[in-house]
């Protein structure tokens, strides 16, 4: 069985920063791709940023590309998501996801584990 707490949200005004951050536990790790998804007030979850197991490659939604950075420490097995400039349209519940797997998938089927999720609220 594999845990994921995520941890970092809160409520800033536009244009601050946070960084989310994800903690894995339970299974030996020897592989696997982690992924952000988000959901905002009555809206279906999105795919946010996915990164490898090396860190080599990532994959970000064209709405935070250049904004949000994934990166990850498999020594401690967890990721973060760095959020830069963040609008009122990023307000949503942000949820890790974890696949054994090595491609990086936008579709959430593809992730059988997921984390609580961490609230992230932005003033306008």
């Known amino acids: 069985q594999v845990q994921l707490v995520e941890s970092g949200g809160g409520l800033v005004q536009a244009g601050a920063s946070l960084r989310l951050s994800c903690a894995a536990s339970?299974?030996?790790?020897?592989?696997?791709?982690m992924g952000w998804f988000r959901q905002a007030p009555g809206k279906a979850r999105e795919f946010v940023a996915a990164i490898s197991w090396s860190g080599d490659n990532t994959d970000y939604a064209d709405s935070v590309k250049g904004r949000f950075t994934i990166s990850r420490d498999n020594a401690n097995n967890t990721v973060w998501l760095q959020m830069n400039s963040l609008t009122p349209e990023d307000t949503a519940v942000y949820y890790c996801?974890?696949?054994?797997?090595?491609?990086?998938?936008?579709?959430?089927?593809?992730?059988?584990?997921w984390g609580q999720g961490t609230q992230v609220t932005v003033s306008s």
């Open positions: 339970g299974r030996t790790f020897r592989s696997y791709v």
């Open positions: 996801a974890i696949q054994f797997g090595i491609y990086l998938y936008r579709l959430e089927y593809e992730y059988p584990y």
